[in-house]
């Protein structure tokens, strides 16, 4: 099923998707609004070619974000790519890399994307299209129409399927995937976003944070690959117990129930 949230004020957009309306819509990107390309790696050598050969033109900048990586990540990613800005994050966990590249990116929009080759950087200009038209985040998601997973095991379906009930019904949102990182933002939204989070459950705490703050979210449809080589770093229990716990104290009133009990203590 197609979930769509007509906005009156917005072009129709092209493709399918969902779209959710918040409290707060920014200003229209300035004309040919720049796009940086935040990719965290470690260790994807073997898989940075594949990445980096299908950027699209529309990316202006690329910035690898390398996590200590003991194998030619990055020699081959800038034998791949000879503009790839390289940076070295300053801790450890893909939370850390994804801010690291963050606060190193110049464009008007930032998108964020995995380098094992599981997600698909054609689809990049979509990601731009709604940015483009008003919104102020988009994700993509697996699960609605033109989107799906060749990848995904039934105890990670099971997983992101009860954290975003939890995520819906804490947020009063109608999301349709939640623990998937192929997202997009525009960068004057940084702050606002206050992102903290050392591990993978940055991505939620990202769009937590989103749902708070009243940005304008859409999601897009993605196809989500396997990996192309090597073993991912997710670990389905741990990261899951971690996503829950960023749910339940980031979403609305939590800091404030938090902080009045402690000065009541």
Known sequence: MNHTHQLPELPTPHANGSVHPM????????????????????????????????????????????????????HMATRCLPTVRHVEQSGPGKGNALRTGFLSATGDH??????????????????????????????????????????????????????????????????????????????????DLDLHSTGFEIETEMIAHALRSGLRIAEVPSLELPRRSGRSNLHAVSDGRRVLRTLLSERPGARSAARAGGSAA
């Not at 796009?35 to 980096?52: D, G, H, Q, T, Y």
């Open 23 to 74: 409290r707060r819509a920014g200003d229209r990107p300035p004309p040919g609004a720049t796009v940086s390309l935040v990719v965290p790696a470690r260790n994807e050598a073997r898989n940075i070619p594949w990445v980096f050969e299908q950027i699209p033109d529309c990316v202006d900048e690329v910035i690898l974000v390398d996590g200590d990586s003991v194998d030619a990540t990055v």
């Open 110 to 191: 930032i998108v964020m994307m995995d380098a094992d080759g599981s997600m698909l950087p054609g689809e990049i200009p979509h990601y731009l299209h709604f940015l483009d038209n008003g919104f102020d985040f988009v994700k993509g998601s697996r699960f609605i129409a033109g989107g799906g997973s060749l990848d995904i095991t039934r105890i990670r379906r099971l997983g992101n399927q009860v954290l975003l009930a939890a995520v819906n019904h804490l947020y009063d949102a109608k999301l349709t995937d939640l623990c998937y990182g192929f997202c997009a933002f525009r960068r004057d939204f940084l702050d």
